[in-house]
């Protein structure tokens, strides 16, 4: 037995013995279990052997679905296997769990649990998917901390080949799967000493095997099903004590003592907590506080979960209790109660006890990752002292509607003295988190310490706030919470400061460390009122850093993490100074030795001149400062935007009642531009003379924060100083002007406009008509020559050419201010979409990227035009998403068939010219639309004083006469994988949908995992050796239809093919796909160059642009239409600009230049291919010769004489 | 019996012919195969310290990007096992070079700074380098920084290389010194055992409908030599280094000149990126041919045979003769 330690999270301690103990492992990504599939595949890949000593099988599927079924075969078949997953993913696992158990075939699926998504999805923690498993048979056991997680991978899997019985292994997502926290490992003998090998023998002798033939999986009849459904009750009689026999095996390896139900607390409670899962912690911690002040209390742990062993329950429960809690974290609508709760009333009821049984109260707490602190859970207890305590209670939220809520102290705090807590705000672009990981490493390792670090994360991925919560002290450390008392304070981004009120936390006499660009002289007058009202009150130590010039200074940039992590240990004195250097610099080396020298070196730079930039701030006794902090949204914000939404950006959405929030999941869109981010250094700066007007900046700008408008010149009267306008570059608007705006508080600062700009100056050619400029003090005038523009009119959208770039971008855009990376390639799409159909716009959203951006809170994207249209937006799951589509626009249809039908029934009474003007619209233009949107207006005028119900009917339908446009959105995963079935289906149905293929060729929201978009060659998560497998060609799939509008476009390749194919595919009167590459963060590249990019991928003849429109064909004409030229450039000349292909060039140059040879050839035979393709003369493609060609048959046909 | 060797940085070789620095040399297979054609040393591409300074940034930055902002996805790419940022790839051909070709092995070496300089040296000539040429490849822009502060650091980089290595070094040039003579001598003064005239550089290109400026590499071109026949010429006999040729080498004539010059060797790629590198022993067979017609009977007998020292007209090397062209330029 070994005691070595290691910090690490709950997601790699739990890996680390899964895959120890497993042959296949069968994975696919899904937060926040996604980090265990990708542990296991990079020791795959790295070649880590099992116990067995084979190097297991990672394999990714295409769903978990899949997951589960290649689990269920590879089970079947003998082998040790196991997967990982969460929510949705186990929702979809459940099918084959069902079959798994009733096969009684031993095998472990390690789950980090999290929300099932109801009104809304969530990504975080609680065990309503874990609970949604429990009929399945699968054996539940759960784990309450990181060390808990790692040995019950253990018993779990001694446990399951012992009984024969499957487990579900789980612990909460996030609080477990991503805390650090200091752990003794399991080494390999540990893990051996505890599997008994017989077991495993006689699983794999129970393998299906042609040598030893037998039939699984029959289908039977009323006769014996039900027999045979009883026929494995020994063997979960059996389960609890073998597991109890394996935790006590356990604890005569490790010295870690385990229950089925293990109680802790006064030995004669009275009153007692029943929990499982990380809140055991915060329970755990307030019972002993308690305790201490001689209260009667008690906690009961529940670790196996399935099958519910009552005896051992009964068993654990001190006689003494005469009051329970019963604390699920989920929530079943419509129950008695939720789970754990009726499963302890069942057990306490069946029980033959003479004793008089404890009076039993059940509650909610923690759904969603909802904070659970001692505060709470000292509430709990106090309620159960009340002579009618409150059941089927809530805890942790105020519920204002049901009043089911209980109240606690929230100042009740159990924080061990002796532990030191810190907190550090940063971006998720300085390194702060990477850095307390290595922080939290450092203290955990070279010292005695215990260490915790748990990291909260906001909801945008451009200019995301990170939060690190560090603990570290003599005592382990159970704290599942957050910390709300700090000893010290970092703010590693001045900005902040007008914002977020960093010190709320920190406790009296604590140390505040400040990043700002001022030294500590002058640094006072730069923070808001009630900062320093704070900073004075609580006697902050206050110390300040330019951190930002240091970084600069050695050469790191903006990463600022080594420059703050220095500072923190040199204030904190958690180490000697020296010590403490030299552990960062060993980290460092450990960290980023491999990355190079030069790294090392600057890293090295930025530690070494940290400390003596370091000041200490001598603090005045008054408060002095002239401004104060910002609200979180302008005051002029409608009232659900400043009241709600305020609040969730300011950071206290834990505030909101059950009141205030939508009980259906339903939110106001046009919500986002109420939040102002400021995130850009540089914003880029129109130069009027320059511009040719081309609109690209407009069309590529990721976050629609450059726009341009032709207006009458007399709206000018009263425009701001600075405002800026030009004669129009359009011959039939000359006698207007053009204004191209920039909204400095929204823009991210990508500069992707500024790439794409072609207009350079003659005699400073890197002069271009966009430009580059810090944002500071560009702020206030531009933010409101941006007021001032955004309330000029929208331009006709009749008098325009849809079909131009440059007419296009007058458009109002329907999509803004998202939260998407900074230099995004999928946005550009959908706010062209919005653009081009968004007052008549349906979308179905696949989970992923698009549907965080589109629909994450607080804000919202799409918005609305002037008219108060503007898309509508859904997302229903990953996996059904062109079904879900699919039914929009059957109900779309639906709805205008009714109406037509009502129509008719009431021409009478609204005249026949109205009537036959709505029936017969084609609405082919912008134009026939705007004329049938008068009609249905003077329709519903007119239905307005037809007193019937048929009237009332089609007053409420009127507007579905107005043509629909309904698009199916979502990436690659969801299109080329787990939803390709689907997705298959819905083009086959031949109805009138549009799909838009974000495709970045990775699953990019979960972090970069291998899709089957991912092209052979490109490194990604889940294909570390380089992907081996070529690109799945999605677009002649869907050509093989024949009735499918198909287009691969790439806005940086043609954005004229690409605003054509948009128009095309939304006239198709049928299904169209459009496949749009999407540049992405996750290719290994600064995405200023991402079009630049999508250029080269076409160029090299990667990414055909094609069209293929099956309209054609009706004029004889070839429906394959390949829009791009024959290659100019070789794919390495696309391909090693970005860091997914050049990675494994630095990393295995042999493999790499095999799979190059290989993507290049696919490459020349994908253009081949195509190149026939569109060579084909039109007839080739139908059966009978359409009339145009049948023509031409005829005149060419003369020498056979058949042709008279 | 034509005899064809030379001696060049102390080694023997058995051909003038030399490869030089380019990616043709970083495959192990067309070294043996322009073992096979005859030639008489290989130099390896070079070892840039910049590039193994950038290459170790574009790796953290592409692992960077993104990372730990987002709760889904806090890193956009797996973390590989290694990316060989350091000089440990560029070791390993030299190992694997020595291991497959019996022909000498030159390394090849372009620093930013002087510890670079040594650090990497030293491994070169542990890695089993025969000899270093030191790339002394830089672009200077800085209009503060004078031509003698370059040559002085050149001077002090080369001095120091020499202390730490045992091996030969070589000093690789560019054309652009004010005194080439002055600069050469001071450079073999420094310990510099060979100096390689002259550096190809590549030269930006301008797009004039892009307005934008791109980078672009050209094969030499044997109208190229006559700038190194005429250097080497003049520093032959007046320095102690050994010389080589390098740029414009494309046929055996040129290579004949390139001896007579007062070359020890002179050095091909862009012939043999051209023709393939069997050309090597095309031009080896001409030029055994032209020696036999011209009753030659070694390599070394006709080293420095026209260099200013040993031409019949030596002003033919200096200002006269330029006179004379732009006369005979005006007649025409």
Known sequence: MTNRTAILDGNEATASVAYRLNEVIAIYPITPSSPMGEWADQWAAEGRKNIWGVVPTVIEMQSEGGAAGALHGAIQGGSLGTTFTASQGLLLMIPNMYKIAGELTPAVIHVAARTIATHALSIFGDHSDVMGTRATGFAMLASNSVQEAADFALIAQAASLESRIPFLHFFDGFRTSHEENKIIMLSDDDIRALIDEKHVLRHREHAMSPDHPVL????????????????????????????????DRFAARTGRRYRLFQYAG????????????????????????????????????????????????????????????????????????????????????????????????????????????????????????QP????????????????????????????????????????????????????????????DNYAQGYFVYDSKKAGSVTVSHLRFGPNPIRSSYLISRASFVACHQFQFLDRIDVLTAAQPGATFLLNAPFGPGEIWNHLPRKMQQTIIEKRLKFYVIDAYSVARDAGMGTRINTVMQTCFFAISGVLPRDQAIEAIKKAIRDTYGKRGEAVVQKNFAAVDSAIAHLHPVAVPSQVSSGFDMLPPVPLQA???????????IAGRGDDLPVSAMPVDGTFPTGTAKWEKRNIAQEIPVWDEDLCIQCGKCVLVCPHAVIRAKVYDSSKLSGAPATFKSAKPRWREFETLRYTLQVSPEDCTGCTLCVEICPAKSKSDVKHKAINMLPQAPLREPESANWDFFSALPEFSRERLSHSQVKDTQLLEPLFEFSGACSGCGETPYLKLLTQLFGDRLLIANATGCSSIYGGNLPTTPYTTNAAGRGPTWSNSLFEDNAEFGLGMRLAADKRADYARELLHRLAGHLGDSLVSGLLVSAQATEKDIQAQRERVEELKKKLANVPSPEARDLLALADALVKKSVWLVGGDGWAYDIGFGGLDHVLGSGMNVNVLVLDTEVYSNTGGQMSKATPRGAVAKFAMGGKHAAKKDLAMEAISYGSVYVARVAMGGSDTHTVKAFLEAEAYDGPSLIIAYSHCIAHGYDMAFGLEQQKAAVNCGYWPLIRYNPDLRLTGKNPFQLDSKPPKIPLKQYAYQEGRYTMLVRSNPEAAKELLVLAQNDVDRQWRVYENRAAMPGHAETPEPAPAEAESVVKTAPENGDAE | MIDITTQYLGLNLRSPIVASASPLCESIDNLRRMEDAGVGAAVLPSLFEEQLDIESGLVDSNLSRGEESFAESLHYLPDLQTYNTGPEGYLDLIRRAKRAVSIPVIASLNGTSLSGWLRYAALMQQAGADAIELNLYGIVTDPDVSGSIIEQEYCEIVSQVKSSVSVPVAVKLSPFFTAIPYAARRLAEAGADALVLFNRFYQPEFDLEALDVVPQVTLSTSEELLLRLHWI????????????????????????????????????????????????????????????????????????????????????????????????????
């Open chain 2, 233 to 332: 010429a003049i520093l032959y006999g007046h320095v102690k280094a050994n010389l080589a040729v390098t740029g414009g080498v494309h046929t055996a004539e040129d290579v004949l000149k390139s001896m007579m010059a007062g070359a020890s060797v002179a050095m091909m790629t862009s012939a043999l990126l051209h023709h393939g590198i069997g050309h090597v022993r095309f031009v080896l067979d001409e030029v055994v041919r032209w020696m036999e017609d011209h009753e030659y009977q070694s390599i070394r007998q006709m080293q420095g045979s026209m260099s200013r020292r040993s031409a019949p007209h030596p002003n033919a090397f200096e200002r006269v003769n330029y006179m004379r062209v732009l006369s005979s330029y005006a007649v025409r």
């Open chain 1, 266 to 385: 006064a030995p004669d409670a009275e009153r007692v907590i029943i929990i499982m899962g990380s809140g055991a912690g915060a329970v755990e911690e307030t019972v002993e506080h308690l305790a201490r002040a001689g209260e009667k209390v008690g906690l009961l742990k529940v670790r196996l979960y399935r099958p519910f062993a009552a005896d051992a329950f009964l068993a654990a429960l001190p006689k003494s209790v005469t009051s329970v809690a019963v604390l699920d974290r989920t929530k079943e609508p419509g129950s008695l109660g939720e789970p754990l709760y009726l499963d302890v009333l069942t057990a306490l009821n069946e029980s033959s006890a003479a004793a008089p049984r404890p009076r039993v109260i059940g509650g909610r707490y923690g759904l969603s990752s909802k904070e659970f602190t001692p505060a709470m859970v000292k509430g709990i207890f106090d309620e159960l002292k």
């Open chain 1, 388 to 447: 009618a305590p409150k059941n089927h209670f809530t805890v942790g939220i105020l519920d204002d509607v049901t009043h089911t809520s209980l109240s606690y102290d929230p100042e009740f705090s159990t924080e061990d003295p002796q532990t030191v807590r810190a907190l550090f705000y940063g971006l998720g672009s300085d390194g702060t988190v990477g850095a307390n990981k290595n922080s939290i490493k450092i203290i955990g390792q070279d010292t």
């Open chain 1, 638 to 648: 409608p009232a659900f935007v400043r009241d709600v939404l305020g609040t969730i």
């Open chain 1, 216 to 247: 699984r999986g029959t289908a039977q009849n009323p006769d014996v099903f039900f027999q045979a459904r009883e026929s494995i009750n020994p063997y979960y009689l059996a389960c609890p004590t073998i597991v109890q026999d394996v935790m």
